[in-house]
């Protein structure tokens, strides 16, 4: 019994470790490593242990291990840390109760729990012996980043979707390094984005008329107020943008209409605004006699004329601003309008109900006056040269203190003589502001500002692991918690090398949480982790929800982000985010809810008194993105718990899966629990349904837009399920009880996820080790949000580098 001799557990379970370490391979793909096959093979089992294995796996070593690309006597459990990217997978199969598979003999908990420690702290103890960071590649700013950094160098708010275009994700982000690759069509994309982003800061003269066009989202319900219009007004739309100029500028509506030009809501009289930051510049009426007469006698006719009425010039002071543009609401007693069940409409057909905003054109800058005193120019402006004589050197002094923020860092003489050359080109041809422009251009295009670099110290040779300069360090805690680049306080810390201080680096952290800029954590962290970002493509057929809408959608993610937040600034245990009694609502999203007495668009704190809605798992944003548009679906509600909560996501389809068995046009509809038993009937698809499937049907009772039910077309619903671990649920309730069974596994998962987004790369094998002594120190301090974020910023990967 050599494998009892050597490690003191009985046969049986290091059996199913084995048997483990078969078919997660097999799963994976693991290839031998040339290290491994110098390696003296250990010992074979003996007939009496392949009896055993034959026990718990059945056929798992005959037909496995012929397609696993990795033999028996590679499971050397004398050399556990020479095998750790297979033992780090075991780890992680025995700690989901995955294996042994479900409806095969289990070993009893304590027995798998002793293992799981043993090989968890013989991978730990290598890791701590000799740490690995990882490798660090050359990493562009994604699309967000960008933004934010352009955001805090020049004080200025850009649409970077309009500038670029969406970044590839891996692993679940897309501040990904491996993945943010450089085309040359990128690159002019960035050069024009850079020209238009120069321009506008600093207000060229020059800046030619453009027509910007803002949509209303088609399936907007416009019958309500919406958050962030003046109080009294419904529907329409609230444009956010920057105005390059002191100028005019010409604004014009355009009403929703058929393809014949109809006008929905003509019958009835209606007053339509402009507001500029919540003052109104325009008024005009719509509908009425008038209108419904001409709109009856010649549709098109009529849409030209209101088209003609609904257009205004208006001063606009350079700067961002805000344009309302909103019909003004009527109260109940002066309407004399249907009232009908909320309901949106999406066949443009059917022109019944109010008018509605279709889109705002608007073009500018016309008859310009100048350039403006805007919070850009100001920040670039920092001198004004009072003649000739003095621009050169205030040129200087404005670029050497641009470029130290943009490049993250003291500018050398050469990088700053290069964009003075910049600035006395653009001088000679336009003047000094000219001149700022040009360099200005040049520097949010060059590669210090676009592309996040460590060059290893001279005296470092290549393969040899060191620690991050101060610098390195600044750029990498910026970039994790601001998505941006440093402020000028971190900078000036990480100048004077006071962050190698741990009490230093501590303040500066507890400071950066707290600054508004950690929002991004929120909108670009949890975005990404939770799914959030595919609410907006999140298209529920309007015939099976025909009340769900744009304002719906708003608020789902709006809710989850408040969540996400609270959890930020308040610091609480990262568990809540699915136990928490609270959440945020609006008078929409209470009344999907059935949460009583909530009026208005604002958002506020609400008890959660149902026990099905608390946490994440009864969010309506989680609900949705994990379901189809026109029914619920278990495996991807599944399929999402097991990669965001519990981190073991299932392996990919196997090829030539036969298509889902949907229910077929013109039959009589079947429970979506009975099509998919017929799905798990196929042998490569039953492993992984065994395992998504009841996770995914515990959410059953949430419909496909989150709202609770208790039957479906198929007739009533059945919530029940058993997981993979045996344990039986019957609903969320009792799926949230089973996941804490084991609350560190969510903590592991968020953690996992939390580093990989902090490093901009997927984690290795070799990182477990640091998320497990993460999560063990973050248990210390209750499992606080502010201890997980601490500790990633005092790992090995995120505080060292491996020279190249």
């Not at 050599?2 to 693991?30: D, E, P, Q």
């Not at 309407?335 to 443009?348: G, R």
């Not at 001088?427 to 200005?440: I, M, S, Y």
């Amino acid at each position: 019994m050599f494998w009892k001799r050597a490690t003191g557990y009985n046969v049986g379970v290091l059996s199913i470790l084995v048997c483990v370490v078969l078919l997660v391979s097999a799963t994976m793909a693991v290839p031998r490593t040339a290290k491994q096959a110098q390696q003296p093979a250990t010992a074979s089992p003996t007939a009496a242990q392949r009896a055993l294995l034959d026990q718990y796996c059945v056929t798992c070593h005959n037909q496995q291990l012929k397609t696993a690309g990795l033999l028996l006597d590679t499971a050397d459990l004398n050399d556990i840390p020479g095998g750790a990217a297979t033992w780090e997978k075991v780890v992680m199969k025995l700690r989901s109760g995955m294996m042994p598979p479900l409806g095969r003999p289990k070993p009893d908990q304590a027995a798998v729990d002793s293992m799981v420690s043993l090989l968890e702290t013989r991978l730990d103890k290598a890791s701590a012996a000799r740490p690995e960071p990882g490798r660090a590649s050359l990493h562009r700013l994604n699309r967000t980043e960008y933004g934010n950094a352009i955001r805090d160098l020049l004080n200025m708010e850009v649409d970077v979707k309009e500038l670029l275009p969406p970044d590839d994700e891996s692993n679940g982000f897309d501040n990904i390094a491996d993945v943010l690759r450089v085309s040359p069509s990128l690159l002019e994309q960035y050069l024009a984005a850079a020209r238009k982003i120069s321009a506008m800061a600093v207000g060229d003269p020059t800046f030619i008329p453009v027509t910007q066009v803002y949509r209303a989202p088609p399936d907007r319900a416009q019958d309500r107020h919406i958050e962030g219009l003046p109080l009294g007004t419904r529907g329409g739309l609230l444009i956010k943008d920057n105005f390059p100029l002191d100028a005019e500028y010409q604004i014009n509506i355009v009403l929703l209409r058929n393809v014949l030009g109809y006008m929905k809501g003509l019958e009835w009289p209606h007053q339509i605004e402009i507001a500029v930051d919540g003052e109104r510049v325009f008024l005009k009426p719509v509908g009425g006699d008038e209108d419904n007469r001409d709109s009856d006698a010649n549709f098109a006719t009529a849409a030209d004329m209101i088209d003609g009425r609904l257009r205004a010039r208006v001063p606009i002071k350079a700067g961002p601003h805000e344009i309302g543009v909103a019909f003004l609401r009527k109260n109940s007693s002066e309407t004399a309008e249907p009232l009908e069940l909320h309901s949106y409409d999406h066949d443009l057909q059917n022109m019944n109900g109010n008018p509605q905003i279709d889109h705002v054109d608007i073009t500018g800058p016309l008859q310009a006056t100048g350039s403006g005193d805007t919070p850009s120019r100001r920040r670039i402006f920092t001198c004004q040269p009072a003649n000739a004589g003095e621009q050169t050197a205030c040129a200087r002094k404005i670029l050497s203190t641009l470029a130290r923020r943009a490049y993250r860092g003291p500018v050398s003489p050469t990088d700053l003589d290069s964009l003075m050359s910049f600035y006395e080109t653009g001088a000679k041809k336009g003047g000094f502001e000219a001149g700022v422009q040009n360099a200005l251009h040049v520097m949010i295009a060059t590669p210090k500002f676009l592309f996040r670099s460590e060059p290893d110290p001279a005296n470092v040779p290549a393969g040899q692991i060191y620690k991050l300069g101060d610098l390195e360090l600044a750029s990498r805690l910026s970039f994790f918690l601001w998505s941006s680049i440093p402020d000028d306080e971190l900078l000036a810390a990480a100048e004077q090398k006071k962050l190698q201080d741990p009490a230093i680096l501590d303040a500066q952290i507890k400071r950066m949480l707290a600054d508004p800029k950690s929002q991004a954590l929120v909108s670009n962290f949890a975005g990404q982790w939770l799914f959030l970002r595919n609410l907006q493509s999140s298209r529920p057929d309007n015939k099976t929800f025909p009340d769900f809408d744009d304002n719906l959608r708003q608020s789902f993610r709006k809710e989850t982000e408040m969540l996400f937040d609270s959890i930020v600034r308040e610091d609480h245990n990262v568990i809540d985010l699915l136990t928490a009694d609270y959440t945020f609502v609006n008078d929409r999203l209470a009344q999907h809810y059935g949460i009583p007495n909530v009026y208005g668009t604002q958002f506020r704190r609400v008890a959660v008194k149902d026990p099905a809605r608390r946490g994440l798992l009864g969010q309506g944003s989680i609900l949705t993105v994990t379901s189809y548009p026109n029914r619920t679906s278990p495996v991807l509600r599944g399929k999402w718990i097991l990669e965001n909560i519990l981190g073991t996501p299932p392996p990919a389809p196997p090829p030539n899966v036969p298509p889902f068995p949907e229910n077929e046009e013109g039959a009589k509809p079947r429970p979506i629990r009975e099509i998919l038993e017929e799905h798990r009937r196929n042998p490569a698809c039953a492993t992984c349904h065994a395992v998504m499937d009841p996770l995914g049907f515990s959410l059953e009772n949430f419909d496909a837009t989150g709202e609770w039910r208790t039957k479906d077309k198929g007739g009533p619903i059945d919530p029940s399920g058993v997981l993979a671990d045996g344990t039986r649920v019957d609903g969320p309730l009792a799926l949230r009880q089973a996941l804490l069974k084991q609350p560190e596994r969510f903590v592991d998962t968020m953690t996992e996820k939390l580093l990989t987004y902090a490093l901009g790369r997927g984690l290795e094998h070799f990182d477990m080790p640091v998320v497990r002594t993460i999560v063990r120190d973050a248990a210390k301090q209750d499992y606080k949000f502010s201890a997980l974020v601490f500790n990633i910023v005092k790992s090995t990967p995120f505080q060292m580098k491996r020279a190249q």
